[in-house]
């Protein structure tokens, strides 16, 4: 009791003599039956102590010594709840310096790298940073492959000391002390792009940065499906701080129901200066709220979309699968249905991402486009196995690079596996040519599927890659092994798993998700290369995929394929008067869109006849005609115009969302000048007109 008495007396004292600091949380009584020790006992316990530094919003510094930020603020706001007292401490180094060291006992927010579970103990997640690259819109960087030899700026911290040298080995390094620092040198074209993460950060450092330098036109790229998980850091040695930090991970959940973790993003995202800009405040949130409707109408097509598939597979199964070739045209004409919608939502969304400067609606319009892209890849699993099936799948061999194979598959899965904290290995035999011979886009393709599946499937252990080489009856194979430490497949279920539409238990689907096409694809791509796919597994303890294909050897010096050539933005050398040509009334908005974003002036028309009367009249630099249109299609309307006395003879670029034999394309090309597959991204409209016009904008 003397103990409660004095611990009570102090801490009451400095508070109310206006000695005690304002960022230090004070402790409270209590909690003591749960230990089995008594209150005097407990109160006497070192407060423990949290490191922090410069890290605005999140860690922030005042002039005067005071701290504050996003994380420290929440942390504090838990640690009163709890009765847990913290002794804040500054620390000039990362938590990877000053835990091991034992200079603190727990860390505000950490993110979650594999190698940093070795030496810190990190919560469930509390938020999720974004990665992107920042870059200037006359040299826009739309993927990271687009770093290669370009000067890459970065904050000199975790997670960019593990992330840059993996995901962009070629970009030429550029540390700064800071995110803003990192902007500032784009801006100011001292560096080509910025790597950047956290993207609620990065706004407000981006904003202050457009207002040193004024506005300024800037492209961003974000990678997709790649999010980094962060969470509350602690000694693994100090059991006191482990069990802290699981609890305020926990209590985080009771600031999010009331509110209190929304008052503090408030308080750093939204700084109103006066009664007036409340009221953009309010306005602001309507937008917001109504871009949002929009953002969930367009989920719930999509989910629509998918219900209407699932039905006429359903009504359409026991008449398509009498014959293969039937299911197969049947399936492909299907998802000719399903692309169309997808390139009005996906071009649409793509336009909307590119026009918007604020980031939560970015973030928004980035889940919509990742569902579309999601719908998407189970409509082009369809396509794949129509085209296996019905023999029309074109095999491209081609001189590949081991490395590069290896380069553009492998680091994504440990950044996911890393996620899910597992391990990661990839191992490559010296036996192993570093060119050999093979369709380099369908190996990969049966590579992410396996690794994909050996990363989803496993919840603890490890994945590894192998690669080697084996000869069996006479004949050289390069060979794959994806082995995992996962759920693992019943013996009695090898066959099925291969099946199109199979899963080896249907709880898999619940649990996991999928359309069971994976390996089926994968496994008919490895035949159509000429080698095959192998399992081996044990329920509950893991499975090994093995994928032969053969291996056609090649020197290094005949197979030398001259090195590909970034594409360069050229100016707008004049605006183009486009023609476009759709009876769908979404395609014709997204391609309006897309051309006024490009700097051109299109004319849009729904129907053959009025296409022809049209250039009749007026002469067009350049025409999209979609080739299927009811009345006069796209392939006859394309040749009267050609026929016609019109006023010019643009080029003519076909669009169009179906399957396209090797025939077909070769009659596209004799009697028009290009093609697009819907859904097209801008780039590739970009492209086209380039190609076609030696005109590009860029947007």
Known sequence: ?????????????????????????????????LSGTSFAEESDQKPLRIGYQSSPPYQIIGENGEIGGLAL???????????????????????????????????????????????????????????????????????????????????????????????????????????????????????????????KSNSIEFKRAIDEFGQSSISFFVFPDTKLNCGIGADPLNPRAVQVVDQMREELRELVKDGSVQNVYFKYFLDPESEVSSYFYHDELELKNRRLTIAVVVLVTLFALLVVMAIFLRRSSRKAFEASKAKSEFLANMSHEFRTPLNGIMGMTQLAIQST????????????????????????????????????????????ELSNLVKTTVPFFELVAGQKGLKFETRISPFCPNVFVSDIVRLRQILFNLIGNAVKFTREGKVTVSIDTIRTEGTEYLLFDIKDTGVGIPESLFKEIFEAFNQADSSITRGYGGTGLGLTISKELALQLGGNVHV?????????????????????KSQSAPPIKELQPEPLTKQLEVLVVDDNSANLYTMKAALKLLKHKPTLVSNGADAVKLCKNRAFDLIFMDLQMPGMNGWETAREIRSSDTVSQPPIIAITASIFSNEAKEQVFQEMDGLIFKPFEMKELQVEIKRLTNSEATA
């Open 1 to 33: 009791m003397l103990g409660l008495i004095r611990f009570a007396k102090n801490h009451l004292t400095a508070l109310f003599s206006g000695n005690a600091k304002p960022y230090l949380l004070l402790t409270a009584i209590g909690c003591t039956a």
């Open 73 to 199: 603020d929440l942390i504090e706001e838990i640690a009163e709840r709890l009765d847990i007292e913290l002794e804040w401490v500054y620390c000039p180094e990362p938590p990877d310096v000053h835990i091991p060291a034992r200079d603190v006992d727990i860390w505000p927010v950490v993110t979650d790298l594999p190698h940093r579970r070795n030496y810190i103990h990190i919560t469930k997640p509390i938020y999720q940073n974004s990665l992107g690259i920042l870059s200037r819109s006359e040299n826009p960087i739309k993927s990271p492959a687009e770093t290669a030899g370009k000067k890459l700026a970065y904050y000199a911290r975790e997670p960019s000391l593990t992330l840059v040298p993996k995901l962009m080995p070629q970009a030429t390094p550029v540390p700064l002390p800071s995110h803003a620092d990192a902007i500032r040198s784009v801006l100011t074209g001292e560096s080509d792009a910025a790597f950047l993460w956290s993207t």
């Open 357 to 400: 400067e604020d980031e939560e609606q970015k973030e928004m319009l980035q889940i919509v486009m990742q569902s579309a892209d999601a719908l998407l890849t189970i409509v082009n699993d369809i396509l794949d196995l129509s085209k296996i099936e019905s023999g029309r799948l074109v095999v491209e061999n081609e001189p590949i």
């Open 536 to 556: 081996e597994s044990v329920p509950q303890k893991g499975s090994v995929f093995s994928v032969l294909v053969p291996l056609v050897r090649v020197s290094e």
